[in-house]
């Protein structure tokens, strides 16, 4: 069993900064790549960053320069770095792993629950 869960979502002024975490825990052989997605009231769920097990990132145009994807050594952790965040990011942040849970087996997806992020003066 895997799980998947996030932290530090909140409430912040526009230009202000939030760091989102992810944790992956359980049967974990390998984790083959992370990514944050985002949800609004309304609308679809949406790629905001994703990076591979080799480091290679990719964004979403509205994030690109704003915000930054990590993972740590380990790469069972990772982290969405939120700068200048504007009200339009307001979303559900949702974190995204696929996961090796042999080293035969390919890899499956897991989320997280969910973290709120609200960017409101």
């Known amino acids: 069993q895997v799980h998947v869960e996030e932290s530090g979502g909140g409430l912040v002024q526009p230009g202000g900064s939030l760091r989102l975490s992810c944790a992956a825990s359980g049967s974990i052989f390998s984790v083959n790549s992370m990514g944050w997605y985002r949800q609004a009231p309304g609308k679809q769920r949406e790629l905001v960053a994703a990076?591979?097990?080799?480091?290679?990132?990719n964004y979403a145009d509205s994030v690109k320069g704003r915000f930054t994807i990590s993972r740590d050594n380990a790469k069972t952790a990772g982290y969405l770095q939120m700068n200048s965040l504007k009200p339009e990011d307001t979303a559900v942040y949702y974190c995204n792993a696929v996961v090796k849970t042999r080293s035969w087996t390919v890899g499956v997806n897991y989320w997280g629950q969910g973290t709120q992020v609200t960017v409101s003066s």
């Open positions: 990076i591979t097990s080799g480091g290679s990132t």
